[in-house]
Nanobody, 117 residues
Framework: QVQLVESGGGLVQPGGSLRLSCAAS????????MGWYRQAPGKQREFLAS???????NYAESVKGRFTISRDNAKNTVYLQMNSLKPEDAAVYLC???????????WGQGTQVTISS
């Protein structure tokens, strides 16, 4: 049974930082491309960042330079370091695991990030 469990969300002031974590189980984590997405109320799910099994990263323009994705294969965990947070960054943040060229694609339940002064 595959599980992706996000944590680290919460309330932060504009300009602040948060570090999200996503712990995976039930998959061979080191072989998966791991990604972060977010979804705000009334909006479509938005891609933020991904990291392949080989360590290549990709970022959305909206977060490039502010967010950093990393992974620890020994801990089966992917992280998203978020700096210089803006009110428009408020959303539910979701973790994704994808095995390239297959139908294996899994989602976590999400963690809420609220930006408010």
């Amino acid at each position: 049974q595959v599980q992706l469990v996000e944590s680290g969300g919460g309330l932060v002031q504009p300009g602040g930082s948060l570090r999200l974590s996503c712990a995976a189980s039930g998959i061979t984590f080191r072989l998966y491309t791991m990604g972060w997405y977010r979804q705000a109320p009334g909006k479509q799910r938005e891609f933020l960042a991904s990291m392949t099994s080989g360590g290549s990263t990709n970022y959305a323009e909206s977060v490039k330079g502010r967010f950093t994705i990393s992974r620890d294969n020994a801990k089966n965990t992917v992280y998203l370091q978020m700096n210089s947070l803006k009110p428009e960054d408020a959303a539910v943040y979701l973790c994704n695991a994808n095995f390239p060229l297959s139908r294996a694609n899994y989602w976590g339940q999400g963690t809420q990030v609220t930006i408010s002064s």
